[in-house]
């Protein structure tokens, strides 16, 4: 199956920092998402992007399918922005999503 | 409000009880998933229902039986677990048919701890 690697595992930052989260896959994919885990384990969906750009806010993700990785841009971090941050790739097979290990990220003021 | 609803948050419970785990979602969606959070592991898929159907089964142990009795409902009967099920259990609704893909959304999850 598909395998899926995340960098940094972890990630502290003072508040007002920017960063950049790796997420490489090892083989095509149709379906790559990008979610956020708070403290409380809630997983917020941040983006659907199998290929492309997009923005929302101070995030933003790439996805650069025929290279195999995605990366999601966190700009000007808040404290709520602590919590770990998954990659899940689904193949072209139309597999179900398979979910990376994280990025935990701790923000401090 | 998240739109998928799960119940309850947490759950303590012995090796031998019978319990149940719920989940509600109020978005529409076709497709419902169990996933489990184990610490320091990935999300594992442990079920997923399409327009009723189980159409997947990661070779879970049959101490967990899911129920999918309409596409805005999903429980997870649990019997006879293990101290290593212990986990958070995650509830994810999609609004098409999991094989096209479609962007997932979690519930709040319930906390399952067994003694």
């Known amino acids: 199956g598909i395998q899926v690697e995340q960098s940094p595992p972890d990630l502290i930052l003072q508040e007002g920092a920017n960063s950049t989260l790796r997420c490489n896959f090892s083989d095509s994919v149709n379906n790559l998402q990008w979610f956020h885990q708070n403290p409380w384990g809630q997983l917020i969906n941040l983006f659907y992007?199998?290929?492309g750009t997009k923005q929302n806010g101070r995030l933003s993700a790439t996805t650069v399918a025929t290279e195999r990785y995605s990366l999601l841009y966190i700009s000007s971090s808040q404290t709520t922005d602590s919590g770990v941050y998954f990659c899940?790739?689904?193949?072209?097979?139309?597999?179900?999503?398979?979910f990376g290990k994280g990025t935990t990220l701790s923000v401090s003021s | 409000e998240t739109g998928v609803t799960q119940t309850p948050r947490h759950l303590v419970m012995g090796m031998t009880n019978k319990k149940s785990l719920k989940c509600e979602q109020h978005l529409g969606h076709n497709a419902m998933y169990w996933y489990k959070q184990s610490a320091k592991k990935p999300l594992e898929l442990m079920f997923v229902y399409s327009l009723e159907e189980r159409v997947e089964n990661n070779s879970v142990p049959s101490r967990f039986s899911p129920e999918c009795p309409n596409s805005s409902h999903l429980f997870l009967h649990l019997h006879t677990l293990q101290p290593e099920d212990s986990a958070l259990y995650l509830c994810?609704?999609?609004?098409?048919?999991?094989?096209?893909?479609?962007?997932?959304?979690f519930g709040n999850g319930t906390r399952l701890t067994v003694t």
């Open positions: 992007i199998p290929s």
């Open positions: 899940a790739v689904g193949g072209q097979a139309g597999t179900a999503l398979i």
């Open positions: 994810a609704s999609s609004q098409e048919s999991w094989q096209t893909g479609a962007p997932l959304h």
